[in-house]
């Protein structure tokens, strides 16, 4: 890895806590340790990396910890460890959006051998974030009235349907086409569409609003 990945560990007991981080620590990954729940949402400001969490912890369970994650926006990977007698609320956690479990007791090689699964996961879910970001931020550059013509254009109107539909010429149309190309970048159609797909817009919505303020929703 060529940055240091973070993983933050959530357990109430102390030796857990270090045993996990100096299993950690010849991995190049940097480790934040947590006694509650409650410690870590205060703490946490974002980043790469995941979370390792005792399903049970003082405050509040695993199952709570990951919906209220969910309810934050954060997809950061989870591996829950467990007691063999927690491994439904364990399950349950994993429906809920945590990525992985490890029951308890578990040795060294298993630990890293979920952590690395995590981390992957994390960064296959970064590279998503920044694609969407870039094709977002391109297509931000479009005017209100830009974006109504590729969405139409998307939607496989010709630029006469689009004039008729929009009240404007075709020559309007046509130009207003060029400078979604220019403002873009974009070399194509299906990059164009490609891009709106990435961004995560849906130009089957004729409800929905205008491209800039989608893209700042």
């Known amino acids: 890895m060529n940055t240091p990945e973070n993983v933050h560990i959530i357990d109430d007991d102390p030796g857990v806590r270090r045993t996990l981080a100096r299993v950690l620590s010849g991995m190049r990954i940097q480790t ?86 995590c981390l992957t996961i994390g960064r296959a879910r970064a590279r998503v974030h920044t694609r969407r970001r870039n094709a977002a931020e391109r297509l931000s550059a479009l005017s209100s009235r830009e974006a109504q013509v590729l969405r139409l254009v998307i939607g496989g109107k010709q630029n006469k349907c689009i004039a008729w539909e929009l009240g404007i010429s075709i020559k309007t149309v046509e130009v207003h086409r060029a400078h979604i190309m220019e403002k873009t970048g974009a070399s194509s159609l299906i990059e164009l569409a490609r891009m709106w797909e990435i961004a995560g817009l849906d130009w089957t919505d004729d409800s929905a609003p205008p491209l800039p303020l989608a893209l700042g929703a």
């Open 32 to 117: 934040h340790a947590y006694g509650t729940a409650a410690e870590f949402l205060e703490c946490y400001s974002g980043g790469s990396g995941c979370i390792v969490t005792d399903v049970r912890l003082p405050d509040m369970d695993g199952i709570h910890l990951v919906e209220t994650l969910q309810e934050q926006g954060s997809d950061l990977p989870i591996l829950v460890i467990t007691g063999f007698a927690d491994i439904d609320m364990a399950v349950r956690a994993m429906k809920a959006g945590a990525s992985d479990f490890l029951a308890k007791p578990f040795g060294n090689a298993a630990f890293l051998e979920k952590i690395e699964n």
